[in-house]
Nanobody, 116 residues
Framework: QVQLVESGGGLVQPGGSLRLSCAAS????????MSWYRQAPGKERVLIAT????????NYADSVKGRFTISRDNAKNTVYLQMNSLKPVDTAVYYC?????????WGQGTQVTVSS
């Protein structure tokens, strides 16, 4: 059974940092592009970061570029999202995912709340 389990969310003050983890089981992440999405209250889920299988290429939404870093450890079957300089607008549920033409794997999400 394929599972993606996110962790590391929580409440943080503006300007603070969090590191999200996404642990995969039931499949090996190494051949796949992995992504992080987020969904703010009342809004659609949006793609914020992707990383290629070997980790050599990353892409970010403009809203997080320069503040967030996606990385992966294929040996640990885990993907990470380092989030720095957090703002209240970053408040959302964050999802780890691997989405392709013939597959669609999602985690359950982890809540990130940025508030003073």
């Amino acid at each position: 059974q394929v599972q993606l389990v996110e962790s590391g969310g929580g409440l943080v003050q503006p300007g603070g940092s969090l590191r999200l983890s996404c642990a995969a089981s039931g499949f090996a992440v190494s051949p796949y592009v992995m992504s992080w999405y987020r969904q703010a209250p009342g809004k659609e889920r949006v793609l914020i970061a992707t990383i290629t299988p070997a980790g050599g290429i990353t892409n970010y939404a403009d809203s997080v570029k320069g503040r967030f870093t996606i990385s992966r450890d294929n040996a640990k079957n885990t993907v990470y999202l380092q989030m720095n300089s957090l703002k209240p607008v970053d408040t959302a549920v964050y999802y780890c995912a691997s989405v392709g033409a013939t597959y669609d794997y999602w985690g359950q999400g982890t809540q990130v709340t940025v508030s003073s």
